[in-house]
């Protein structure tokens, strides 16, 4: 039974990666969550996310004020904020980095859908590769009753996480649908 306890641990944590990571695609909507997590060539080549040298808000709808602590970091920050995709374009100002968001097309709106299809693809994907890890594991139990049951939760955790996963994805379709 620490098998099925120890997959569903994995899962819970797999699940909130991937829910953090669907919610990271705004389309439309000016969020903090958009590059918080950006990495930022800092002092000496050190690299640091955004949100742990800046301050982010949202100024309008389609714009994001990044305001950094030290002022000299105003270069670095625009520069890795030009990698960004999506057509964000940040523009540095005496003080700030203005991010302005593209209107969205219904071309952007397909393709943040395929950003969540593929994210949904690649979740499941390490979701069976650890599910066969637990087996292979559970194999080495003696009793034949034993492994066939605690496969059989294996399995009735992996549909219900695999439910969770499209539930998902369906309402982050939706909202990038209703914009």
Request: net charge neutral; glycine share 2%; with cysteine.
């Amino acid at each position: 039974m620490d098998y099925i306890k120890q997959f569903e641990v994995w899962l819970k944590k797999s699940l909130e990666e991937f829910t953090h990571e669907v919610r990271s695609i705004k389309a439309g909507q000016a969020s903090p969550a958009l590059v918080e997590d950006v990495r930022v060539s800092c002092y000496d080549g050190q690299v640091m996310q955004l949100k742990q040298i800046a301050a982010i808000s949202v100024s309008s709808s389609r714009e994001l004020l990044v305001q950094p602590w030290d002022k000299t970091l105003i270069t670095n920050i625009t520069k890795a904020l030009a990698d960004l995709p999506g057509g964000i374009q940040a523009t540095p100002n005496k003080n700030v980095v203005r991010l302005t968001l593209p209107m969205l097309t219904e071309d952007r709106r397909k393709e943040f859908i395929k950003l969540v299809h593929n994210s949904v693809e690649t979740t499941r994907i390490r979701m069976r590769k650890e599910r066969d890890e637990i087996n292979k594991k559970i194999d080495t139990i003696a009793a034949e009753d034993e492994r066939f049951r605690t496969k059989e939760r294996i399995d009735e955790v992996m549909k219900s996480a695999q439910k969770d996963i499209d539930e998902v994805a369906a309402q982050k379709e939706k909202e990038l649908l209703s914009f």
